[in-house]
């Protein structure tokens, strides 16, 4: 069983560290790119992806044969905080794009709910995600947001992808994880402990990348360094990995995760924009096939 052509973990050690909203940006610019992108998020006890694409209104429906049916992000009109003209010259890309979500939020019966469960119950829910959800055919890429830390839905995921995929080669070459860490030393010291658990589960790493690194002002373009900077980047240095890139504290960012907004469309030239983009050319290179035009060529 295929479940997509690529499938990207993304991971933490710490909560807070933005990496939800990190796997926010990086499924909806390759939607913006045109690819058939599936959303899975596996933070069992703390769903934010609807909200976050303003889905957590939304309930999941059964097909004729039994299995979910995922939520299809349909995204909000064009923001009037879109300035520089991308909203006119991605529209067609972003009609052939596709973006389909599954998350427990849309299993539950208010978004307050708290969901308390054991390992075996959780592993359960994980199977049923990957196996009994029906996913769109010939997907070219799956998006998976995981809780922080490397406790059973981390090792429930790789298992099952493992199973899945039946092929040792096809979970090296087409399955890999992004680290997201903040530059503080306590952040940076517990995702070495991510990078320890995708080196025992076979887990190739894509990259590492800092989040909240440095406030950029809006107004002078001076940055400063409320949180320090530098952290992730030496991190993958030291353990050579490949640094995929910072992104700086954006208040445009916060605004748009909490309506509910597309970002990249919604205040395109905010400055958070161009480093989001600069990240996911760094993924075009080193872990999806990529055409001269520099977009991801997932479909042959």
């Known amino acids: 069983m295929v479940l997509a052509k690529k499938i990207l973990i993304v ?14 940006q990086i ?21 934010s992806i609807p909200k976050m694409l303003n889905l957590h209104n939304s309930s999941v429906v059964q097909s004729t044969c039994g299995a979910w049916v995922p939520v299809f992000y349909q995204p909000c009109k064009a923001s009037s905080h879109a300035t520089n003209g991308t909203v006119n010259s991605t529209e067609s890309k972003h009609k ?4 389909e979500v599954m998350s427990i939020g849309f299993l539950l019966n ?8 054991r390992g075996p119950k959780k592993n359960a829910m994980i199977k049923q995600f ?5 996913w769109s ?18 090792m429930s995921i790789v298992e099952h992808i493992k199973s899945l995929l039946d092929n040792e080669k096809m979970f ?8 997201v860490t903040t530059p503080q030393a306590v952040s940076v010291h517990d995702v070495q402990r991510e990078i320890s658990f995708c080196n025992k589960c076979g887990l190739e790493i894509v990259g590492i990348i800092e989040n909240m690194s440095g406030f950029i002002c809006q107004h002078c373009s001076h940055c400063s360094n409320i949180f320090s900077q530098g952290g992730g980047k030496s991190l993958a240095a030291k353990k050579n990995i ?6 700086p504290v954006d208040s445009n960012l916060a605004l748009a995760v909490d309506k509910g907004e597309n970002f990249l469309r919604a205040f395109n030239s905010s400055v958070a924009v161009g480093f989001i983009e600069q990240i996911i050319l760094k993924l075009n290179v080193s872990f999806f096939e990529i055409d001269p035009a520099g977009k991801a060529n997932l479909s042959s």
Do not use: M
Not at 27 to 47: H, M, N, R, S, T
Not at 138 to 148: G, R, S
Not at 172 to 179: D, I, K, P, R, T
């Open 110 to 117: 208010s978004d307050t709910d708290a969901v308390v469960w």
């Open 96 to 99: 052939h794009g596709s973006l």
């Open 27 to 47: 499924a909806l610019c390759y939607k913006e790119q045109g690819l058939k992108v599936a959303f899975l998020d596996i933070d069992l006890c703390g769903p």
């Open 130 to 134: 990957l196996t009994d959800v029906q």
């Open 172 to 179: 090296s070459e087409n399955v890999g994880a992004v680290l």
């Open 11 to 24: 991971l933490s050690g710490k909560g807070g560290v933005g990496k939800s909203t990190v796997a926010c």
């Open 242 to 247: 490949q640094f995929l890139g910072s992104i």
């Open 137 to 154: 055919e010939n997907l070219d890429l799956l998006v998976i947001d995981t809780p922080p830390g490397t406790s059973d839905e981390h």
